[in-house]
């Protein structure tokens, strides 16, 4: 797997550089930037989606709870759920509780 650092070296440009292309933050030539681009598609970069979500303090993740996933009704609406939270570029972690209300409780 490609790190940020393999994108810098094959682009011939510094980490930083890369993660402004990334980031869409900050200018970067448009040279610049095809360079980067390609070397992410030779390499099939993926940016570490975990190491994203810390450092940005958001990470686009639903939790979703359900009494009892063996009950009909809950695989449809998880279902729903992920379909409708994938459009908006979210992801669904999906919890069964077996009926404890403990469980479903929120805490900070």
């Given at each position: 797997?490609?790190?940020?650092?393999?994108?810098?070296?094959?682009?011939?440009?510094?980490?930083?550089?890369?993660?402004?292309?990334?980031?869409?933050?900050?200018?970067?030539?448009?040279?610049?930037?095809?360079?980067?681009?390609?070397?992410?598609?030779?390499?099939?970069?993926?940016?570490?989606e975990v190491a994203r979500?810390?450092?940005?303090?958001?990470?686009?993740?639903?939790?979703?709870?359900?009494?009892?996933?063996?009950?009909?009704?809950?695989?449809?609406?998880?279902?729903?759920?992920?379909?409708?939270?994938?459009?908006?570029?979210?992801?669904?972690?999906?919890?069964?509780?077996?009926?404890?209300?403990?469980?479903?409780?929120?805490?900070?």
């Open positions: 797997m490609a790190s940020i650092k393999d994108v810098a070296k094959l682009a011939g440009v510094s980490v930083a550089t890369v993660s402004r292309v990334l980031n869409d933050k900050g200018y970067v030539g448009q040279h610049t930037r095809e360079m980067v681009e390609q070397a992410i598609k030779e390499l099939n970069y993926k940016p570490n979500s810390l450092f940005k303090k958001k990470s686009n993740t639903i939790g979703l709870i359900v009494p009892d996933i063996m009950n009909p009704y809950f695989p449809e609406l998880a279902r729903a759920v992920e379909d409708t939270a994938s459009k908006f570029g979210y992801n669904v972690i999906l919890c069964n509780s077996d009926m404890a209300i403990s469980s479903e409780r929120f805490r900070l």
